[in-house]
């Protein structure tokens, strides 16, 4: 029966062996082997060779073959030593790959020669805590959890749509959220709009929605603009580069410079709009889609624009239009699933029905046509000074 030491040492005489400066030469030479790294999940994430693939020892045999089908494509295994990937070069060699080396010294010595390594990024275990149930979905998973911490999403108005389109986006984890809004905290608002509370009234909405969102996640930072969107701030608010604009304007105004802005920059618009007991939700995504204009390509005109009576909405309403233009935005940043681009949904509150009419792209359209006739900002009139549908 022989020792650690012994079985290690027969194993060693039985493998090939490389240091860490001829594979760094192999690298140099254009012939870089494929790295495999066999070391345990909380050493892979201190850092890696670049380029690396990773397979526990304990699962080498059992995933090696899907990982690299091809048995004569050169390979480098490594662990922290060179004693672990000893054993694991033995295995492969046994399973039929032909070119096998162990790398003398492993990772250690590696990173004492100064060679490149990757530190992965990794969630910490806080934030393993709080996305545990997105970390279940595969649809997600720690990948899709990284590209939400990185996503940058901007707010038009922080009132019904935005408050619970920001909550859950905070929620999830959206690294980055801007909202733009001038107005600030009314009585009047509490009704539906619930990022903001009685505590803040007077106070002014992005600052409000700001301290409540970044209470709900210490991962999110909020990004406030305190401002109205016009034709003369769009392009500086538009420059801090933003991955998705979720559309909660309450006026036509606005909503015509998103668009605009929106077409010209390739940015999707999440966009909804809610009256009395009627909310619409759709993605105006640049190139897939129709834009708002292809749909409405000029605001009414005044003689013709709704009343100026300040409309009345049931205050649940905002809650599930802005509940889906979250989702709308969630998958636009994962890059899963189908989002509304060329739908328009229709939500009766009354009746609890949900309708859905196609919209395309309109090749005559002011702005996204073939021939646009639109290529500058429009500041369109106020109709009046109550918002024509309810925020
Ligand atoms: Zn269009």
Redesign the pocket.
Known sequence: MASYRELLARVKGEIEEISSIDAQALIEAREAPLFVDVREPDEWEEGHIPGAIYVTRGRLESRIEGLVPDKSRPLVVYCASGSRSAFAAKALAEMGYEDVSSLAGGFVDWKRNGFDITIPRVLSPEQRSRYSRHLLIPEVGEEGQQRLLDARVLLVGAGGLGSPASLYLAAAGVGTLGIVDADVVDESNLQRQIVHSTDRLGEPKVLSAKRTLEALNPDVRVVPFEERLTSENVERILADGWDVIVDGADNFPTRYLV?DAS?WHGIPVVHGSIFRFEGQVTV?APGAG??????F?QPPPAELAPSCAEGGVLGVLPGIIGSIQANETLKLILDRGDTLAGRLLLFDALGTTLDEVNVR??PY?????DSPTITEYVDYVEFCNVPLAVE
């Open positions: 668009n077409v105006f129709p834009c708002y204009r292809c749909l390509p792209r309109d359209c002011p702005v996204c046509g």
